[in-house]
């Protein structure tokens, strides 16, 4: 029974590596990013977020959710919040501490390809990709996305558009 059980670990172990490294070879590998920075400059008033002091909804996206912490920290905001992610590893993770947490009502992590998926419903993109995936991404977002939504991008920039304003290393987009 336990040789049974170390070989069950080992092939998820082995599977998560080859995972990892085709993650790391084709797009933005997994890279968590620090919440404290960016909820310090949202509660300073440096980066402001649409309708949130009208009462108005706020559905927040993260694209490309990782480990889930920042679909967490929106919905501890009171947003409602859904994550992208496609490594099931990750997925799984992120879902299960929402269903754990009793949030599932809240928010929830989908498992796909950020690609395929359809933003009409969200007024707060979080985006931590490689620039040559935000760029893939743009004309989608800025066709999909309400007029007024904000794109918060962390570290890496559209190649084509300017952000309306940058604070430490955010770099704020307006949809227009
Ligand atoms: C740099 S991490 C950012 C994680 C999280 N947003 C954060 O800031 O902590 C980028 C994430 O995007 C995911 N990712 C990359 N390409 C993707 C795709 N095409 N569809 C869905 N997820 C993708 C990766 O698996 C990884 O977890």
Redesign the pocket.
């Known amino acids: 029974m336990d040789l049974v059980v170390l070989l069950i670990c080992e092939c998820l172990l082995i599977l998560f590596g080859i995972y990892m490294i085709h993650?790391f070879l084709n797009?933005?590998?997994?890279?968590?990013?620090s919440i404290k920075e960016l909820d310090k400059l949202i509660k300073e008033g440096k980066i402001k977020l649409p309708g949130e002091n009208e009462n108005k909804d706020i559905r927040f996206i993260?694209?490309?959710?990782?480990?889930g912490?920042?679909v967490l920290w929106a919905i501890n905001r009171g947003f409602e919040a859904h994550?992208?992610?496609?490594?099931p590893f990750?997925f799984l993770i992120s879902q299960l501490k929402i269903i754990f947490r009793g949030l599932s009502k809240k928010g929830r992590i989908l498992r796909?390809?950020?690609?395929k998926h359809k933003y009409h419903n969200y007024n707060i993109a979080?985006?931590?990709?490689f620039s040559q995936?935000m760029d893939k991404l743009q004309g989608k977002l800025y066709k999909e996305m309400p007029k007024g939504s904000l794109i918060i991008s962390?570290t890496f920039k559209f190649s084509d558009i300017e952000p309306d304003y940058s604070v430490s290393k955010f770099h704020i987009y307006t949809v227009k």
């Open positions: 993650s797009q933005t590998p997994f890279y968590p990013s993260d694209i490309g959710s990782g480990d912490r920042f994550g992208i992610e496609f490594n990750l796909k390809n950020f690609h979080y985006i931590f990709l995936d962390n």
